[in-house]
């Protein structure tokens, strides 16, 4: 006798990738709009400027160029064919995780935030490194 109340369904890999992607996303974004509300930010995007030599116009382009990897990897996810899905998926995570903690700060809402992002990119990895193809 079954006595589950709501049968056991298992979800699609590529809806729980492109799912984990969008809380990536949202994550990144809102971690840049509290960032936003912190007194002198704009003096250390100006002092990263001048330390790194890249103008601001670039280090923004950097960033949005960064911020455009979890949106593509949303659609990414759910239409690319398996092989290649899971590569990119690794890879994509990797490379977020790279990013995320390269230019981490140390305000208290960016290390949370970006610790709830980590977790998310290795699930990402994990179930894509983990996924099988029953299509096959």
Not at 36 to 50: M, N, Q, R, W, Y
């Amino acid at each position: 006798m079954n006595t589950n109340i709501i049968p056991a369904k298992r979800i699609d890999t590529k809806v729980l990738l492109s799912t984990l992607w969008i809380v990536v996303m949202i994550n990144m974004a809102y971690a840049d709009i509290l960032s936003l509300h912190i007194p002198g930010v704009f003096d250390e995007v100006a002092k990263t400027s001048v330390s790194t030599g890249a103008p601001i116009p670039q280090l923004m382009l950097v960033g949005a160029i960064m911020m455009e990897i979890p949106a593509a990897m949303i659609i990414l996810s759910r239409v690319l064919k398996y092989g290649v899905n899971r590569w990119v998926n690794i890879i994509a995570g990797i490379f977020t995780i790279a990013y995320i903690w390269g230019g981490a700060a140390s305000y208290p809402h960016y290390i949370f935030i970006a610790t709830v992002e980590t977790i998310c990119l290795l699930l990402i990895i994990w179930f894509a490194w983990k996924w099988r193809n029953v299509e096959a």
